[in-house]
């Protein structure tokens, strides 16, 4: 099949590349000429492990191409994907401006029949939306090319997004015709080798589902967030209720982690719109609203957890902290609504020093952060540590389960551990000589010398 994708983003990129990989024709095009400069010279912008391999392959190939010119991409291709953005507006909305503006341009150019499949996560409604627009704009050029609207949201998770992808749970189809339905079925043969994963339902069940989806998990965390503080205060363990519960098969262990809040490009915005497009229609939906603000006082937590703790001891003004993963999670190097950025710009407007290490999401981060003499990127945990009061995790990148405490500790000033998601041992910080607070948990003081350096 011929396919375009109208978006090079981490889902655009993903979706295009697999697709190839699948065999099908790809020409993915974006509005950022840099962006498709470098991807033609196979460079990937984004962090996403096994990403860049697929693409070159599928490149050299000649199955994947990129370009910013629209009407050789339309005359390229039968069926488009748009993964464009839809990120929150100034009040709390889905904003569609990067979709309407793609949906315009392929309007205006399209010269033949297309199918268009809406992958951004969109409000319910906005296939009907699309279609009038699409439709207004072919009738003012005075053409009548034939045209289908069908929704296919996305489900993929960043950091595995290519298995995602590739073995997908299921695939989400909201469709109107049978004819547009054999074409979906057919691009997505290839992925249902193994057992059928085709989900097929109405336009707006479909749009819906989406939401519905990154709802539940996001109730999943702010629940299991809710129930830390709770375990803190009657002296019980959170990770134990967690395992408690998830035993239960009804229940499960996915996405019952406590930590330091929900963050990146999908929970927070996907609430938050789902919560205004709700609120203007008039229907209650006080759970979602109870997430969000969960999440939001959660994302303040960690910083309360070493106020407190630095309360004794002068306070934070002059303090070094050594920050542990900046990416709102482990294995992508996405920035977007990171819990590592409310943190940062609290203990910044404390006056605290911050030694900041990730993996790969610095480089972002640093477009993000304002440079400031309070801020510093580290080449490795143990340059993070270097002068640190305490140190404070805050994305479980899987090296940070292994820290090379004997190189890190005598480096240190301070001797406090804060685990912002219950990565580490506590029995194991504390007999290091650290204090060790976290999530969910009571705080272990240590009373061991810090492996045998005596601290004043
Ligand atoms: N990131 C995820 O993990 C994920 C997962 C599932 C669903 N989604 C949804 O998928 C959509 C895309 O998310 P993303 O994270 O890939 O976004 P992104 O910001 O990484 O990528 C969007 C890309 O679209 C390009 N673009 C904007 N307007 C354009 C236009 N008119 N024509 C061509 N290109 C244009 C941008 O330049 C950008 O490269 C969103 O609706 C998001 O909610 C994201």
């Known amino acids: 099949m011929d396919i375009l994708v109208v978006g090079t983003g981490y889902v655009g990129l993903v979706t295009g590349t697999c697709m190839a990989e699948m065999g099908h024709k790809v020409i993915c095009i974006d509005i950022n000429k840099r962006k498709i400069d470098d991807l033609k010279q196979g460079k990937v912008p984004i962090f996403e492990p096994g990403l860049e391999e697929m693409l070159r392959r599928n490149q050299a ?31 709390g909305t889905a904003n569609l401006s990067q979709l309407d503006a793609a949906l315009e341009t ?31 704009i072919l009738e003012s050029r005075g053409v009548e090319i034939p045209f289908e609207v069908i929704s296919n949201p996305e489900f993929l998770k960043e950091g595995n997004a290519i298995n995602d992808c590739l073995k997908p749970d299921r695939v989400v189809i909201g469709v109107e015709s049978e004819e547009a339905l054999e074409i979906m079925r057919e691009i997505y043969a290839p992925f249902m080798i193994s057992r059928e994963r085709l989900i097929i339902m109405d336009i707006k069940s479909a749009e819906i589902t989406k939401y519905a ?36 098969h009804r229940i499960g262990y996915h996405f019952l982690y406590a930590g330091v809040g929900f963050g990146g490009s999908c929970l927070p915005k996907d609430i938050k ?15 979602v609203s109870a997430i969000d603000a969960a999440n939001e ?16 001891l002068l306070g934070l003004k002059g303090k070094t902290f050594a920050i542990l993963g900046l990416s709102f999670k482990p294995d992508t190097d996405d920035m977007r609504e990171a819990p590592s950025l409310t943190l940062i710009d609290d203990l910044k407007k404390s006056g605290a020093f911050c030694r900041l290490f990730d993996p790969v999401a610095s480089a972002k981060a640093k477009e993000l952060l304002e440079p400031s003499p309070l801020i510093y990127f580290a080449e490795s945990e143990e340059d993070a540590a270097k002068g640190a009061d305490a140190i404070v995790l805050i994305t479980e990148w899987k090296q940070f389960r292994f820290l090379d405490f004997e190189k890190i500790i005598p480096s240190m000033k301070g001797r406090a551990f804060f685990d912002g998601r219950n990565q580490q041992n506590p029995e194991k910080i504390t007999q290091l000589g650290m204090d060790y607070i976290s999530i969910g948990k009571k705080t272990f003081f240590s009373n061991q010398p810090l492996l045998g350096i005596s601290h004043k």
């Open 213 to 248: 989806a990154n709802m539940m998990l996001a109730l999943r965390i702010s629940f299991m967030n809710e129930l830390s503080e709770y375990c803190e205060k009657m002296d019980a363990n959170i990770d134990k209720v967690r395992l408690g519960i998830g035993s239960d």
């Open 273 to 287: 719109a789902f919560k205004a497009h709700a609120e203007h229609n008039e229907i209650p939906v006080d759970i």
């Open 106 to 136: 392929i309007a205006e150019k399209m010269v033949e029949k297309k199918i268009i499949v809406l992958k951004s996560t969109v409000p319910v409604g906005t296939a009907e939306h699309a279609k009038k627009l699409i439709s207004n």
């Open 297 to 312: 006082r959660q994302k303040r937590k960690m910083f309360k957890k070493i106020k407190d703790y630095f309360s004794d």
């Open 61 to 91: 190939a000649k199955r994947l191409h990129f370009s910013t010119d629209y009407d050789e991409a339309l005359a390229r291709s039968f069926v488009c994907f748009i993964t464009v953005d839809t990120p929150i507006s100034a009040e």
